[in-house]
């Protein structure tokens, strides 16, 4: 925040941005420790247009899912969602990181120790239930949590809810039992997935290399031909691409070579060798045309 002026959620926008440039490290780390580790835990930023609704966010998640078995935790506090507006508010948050994550999802709803969890449980499994809670609300937003509740049936009917206390350790052995349930959901519905993705991916980008290759092809061919009607030679006109890229670069290598001949010649010798006879070419030259002027009867 100091280094760069910023506020407290760029500063963790930023961080996380960086962070992701550096994420190939991370995943290194994770692939040399799979043997020996059989859970691997990301904590991310509680707030979610950081983590969730983030670039960096959703390079993260789709660097882990398309290499390992990933599962989507979204732990809540029970003790703060007692009031059925904040419990809709809270179910609206899981079902964007669902639909946006596209991954096995897993609620928790920690501090059971302080309340249990099972009215919000009931809340999800009866709507007639939440209906008489949330009529004890006077608020304009009631009337909006009632709408939402509708559309959320869906959502909760294959929704994975666990009740756990992270302080006393209950409801943990019912947590990993979910965490495999939705191993075996990623291998068996989104690994499939995944990896159509990526055929298709893959498919695009050679489908794109063929036809920047196909430019190049006609681009060197408008060359050779412009080259071979300059020239006039009719041999050159059946070379492709390729094979006058392969005859410039010979050509080029023998003028090397002959340059390089060259260089071993002592160039002081040649010249002095050179300007000798010219000398004397001129000398003669000279004297016949003094004899010329002074017998000009001859």
Same mark, same amino acid.
């Given at each position: 925040?100091?280094?760069?002026?910023?506020?407290?959620?760029?500063?963790?926008?930023?961080?996380?941005?960086?962070?992701?440039?550096?994420?190939?490290?991370?995943?290194?780390?994770?692939?040399?420790?799979?043997?020996?580790?059989?859970?691997?835990?990301?904590?991310?930023?509680?707030?979610?247009?950081?983590?969730?609704?983030?670039?960096?966010?959703?390079?993260?998640?789709?660097?882990?899912?398309?290499?390992?078995?990933?599962?989507?935790?979204?732990?809540?506090?029970?003790?703060?969602?007692?009031?059925?507006?904040?419990?809709?508010?809270?179910?609206?948050?899981?079902?964007?990181?669902?639909?946006?994550?596209?991954?096995?999802?897993?609620?928790?709803?920690?501090?059971?120790?302080?309340?249990?969890?099972?009215?919000?449980?009931?809340?999800?499994?009866?709507?007639?239930?939440?209906?008489?809670?949330?009529?004890?609300?006077?608020?304009?937003?009631?009337? +909006? &949590? %009632?709408?939402?509740?509708?559309?959320?049936? @869906?959502?909760?009917? !294959?929704?994975?809810?666990?009740?756990?206390?992270? /302080?006393?350790?209950?409801?943990?052995?019912?947590?990993?039992?979910?965490?495999?349930?939705?191993?075996?959901?990623?291998?068996?519905?989104?690994?499939?997935?995944?990896?159509?993705?990526?055929?298709?991916?893959?498919?695009?980008?050679?489908?794109?290399?063929?036809?920047?290759?196909?430019?190049?092809?006609?681009?060197?061919?408008?060359?050779?031909?412009?080259?071979?009607?300059?020239?006039?030679?009719?041999?050159?006109?059946?070379?492709?691409?390729?094979?006058?890229? +392969? &005859? %410039?670069?010979?050509?080029?290598?023998?003028? @090397?070579?002959?340059? !390089?001949?060259?260089?071993?010649?002592?160039?002081? /010798?040649?010249?002095?060798?050179?300007?000798?006879?010219?000398?004397?070419?001129?000398?003669?030259?000279?004297?016949?045309?003094?004899?010329?002027?002074?017998?000009?009867?001859?």
């Amino acid at each position: 925040m100091k280094q760069y002026g910023l506020g407290p959620n760029g500063g963790i926008v930023t961080s996380l941005n960086l962070f992701a440039t550096r994420f190939d490290q991370v995943m290194k780390f994770i692939e040399k420790r799979q043997n020996a580790s059989k859970y691997v835990l990301i904590d991310t930023p509680g707030q979610i247009e950081v983590f969730t609704w983030s670039a960096s966010g959703a390079i993260i998640t789709e660097a882990l899912a398309s290499s390992f078995p990933s599962v989507v935790v979204y732990v809540m506090d029970t003790s703060r969602s007692t009031n059925p507006v904040t419990f809709m508010s809270n179910m609206l948050y899981a079902c964007s990181i669902l639909y946006k994550t596209k991954l096995p999802f897993i609620v928790v709803m920690n501090k059971t120790d302080i309340i249990d969890h099972s009215f919000a449980v009931e809340w999800m499994q009866d709507f007639e239930t939440f209906q008489d809670a949330l009529n004890q609300e006077t608020s304009y937003v009631s009337n +909006l &949590t %009632r709408s939402m509740s509708l559309v959320l049936d @869906e959502f909760y009917s !294959s929704l994975k809810v666990v009740g756990v206390s992270s /302080v006393v350790g209950t409801g943990l052995d019912d947590f990993f039992v979910q965490l495999s349930k939705a191993v075996d959901e990623y291998e068996r519905e989104y690994r499939p997935e995944y990896e159509r993705l990526r055929k298709t991916l893959e498919e695009a980008q050679n489908e794109q290399k063929k036809e920047q290759l196909e430019h190049l092809r006609k681009d060197m061919g408008s060359v050779c031909v412009q080259g071979n009607t300059l020239a006039g030679s009719d041999d050159a006109s059946a070379m492709g691409p390729s094979e006058l890229i +392969l &005859t %410039r670069g010979t050509l080029d290598e023998e003028e @090397e070579e002959r340059e !390089s001949d060259t260089d071993d010649i002592d160039h002081e /010798v040649t010249e002095e060798s050179h300007e000798e006879p010219a000398f004397r070419n001129f000398m003669q030259e000279t004297r016949m045309k003094y004899q010329r002027s002074s017998n000009p009867n001859e």
